[in-house]
T-cell receptor
Framework: KQEVTQIPAALSVPEGENLVLNCSFT??????LQWFRQDPGKGLTSLLL?????REQTSGRLNASLDKSSGRSTLYIAASQPGDSATYLC???????????FGKGTMLLVSP | DAGVTQSPTHLIKTRGQQVTLRCSPKSGHDTVSWYQQALGQGPQFIFQYYEEEERQRGNFPDRFSGHQFPNYSSELNVNALLLGDSALYLCATNGRGSRSTQYFGPGTRLTVL
């Protein structure tokens, strides 16, 4: 059974800092890995999708890497802003049916 | 292009009642998955519908059932509600194949009293 762990559970940083969120998974036979953002009480917004054959993906100030063999992914956020405050969720797809297995998330607070 | 929509936004029920939640997929998407997110937890997979049939199911009791219509929209039904069913229910849709991005709706907040 796939298990996804995210570290740290919560993170508080001052504006402008670069930061790294970590995600690990127990079964390396994944199809892809996806990072999501969730604002309080809201739905999920997809940030980055990394296919199993890829090593990283970039979108603006966000960069996600994937090391499938070691079961790890990192989300790097450059020059953090207060608007980045949210919960960040990592999820993997194991089967051909695209169902996601999620971690519990990292709650990020960026202070002005 | 409308994204994934869900209704209602919020719902309050009492124990033992039944509830129906609705989801309309993003244009061009034919696969609908439902997730339950308890407070402070990551979403948990309930089931997935494709071509009007339940294709895959997570570890949820039979009280949770669903349906997909010919226009790809979907319903989630929960019978005999328990206090523990209180959660945010999320619908996610995607196009064919396991390599496509999943798009989530805003969710339905269900409170069971």
């Amino acid at each position: 059974k796939q298990e996804v762990t995210q570290i740290p559970a919560a993170l508080s940083v001052p504006e402008g800092e670069n930061l790294v969120l970590n995600c690990s998974f127990t079964d390396s036979a994944i199809y892809n890995l996806q990072w999501f953002r969730q604002d309080p009480g809201k739905g999920l917004t997809s940030l980055l999708l990394i296919q199993s054959s890829q090593r990283e993906q970039t979108s603006g100030r966000l960069n996600a890497s994937l090391d499938k063999s070691s079961g790890r992914s990192t989300l790097y956020i450059a020059a953090s802003q207060p608007g980045d405050s949210a919960t960040y969720l990592c999820a993997v797809v194991n089967s051909g049916y695209s169902t996601l297995t999620f971690g519990k998330g990292t709650m990020l607070l960026v202070s002005p | 292009d409308a994204g994934v929509t869900q209704s209602p936004t919020h719902l309050i029920k009492t124990r033992g009642q039944q509830v129906t939640l609705r989801c309309s997929p993003k244009s061009g998407h034919d696969t609908v998955s439902w997730y339950q997110q308890a407070l402070g937890q990551g979403p948990q997979f309930i089931f997935q519908y494709y071509e009007e049939e339940e294709r895959q199911r997570g570890n949820f009791p039979d009280r949770f059932s669903g349906h997909q219509f010919p226009n790809y929209s979907s319903e989630l039904n929960v019978n005999a509600l328990l206090l523990g069913d209180s959660a945010l229910y999320l619908c996610a849709t995607n196009g064919r194949g396991s390599r496509s991005t999943q798009y989530f709706g805003p969710g339905t907040r269900l409170t069971v009293l």
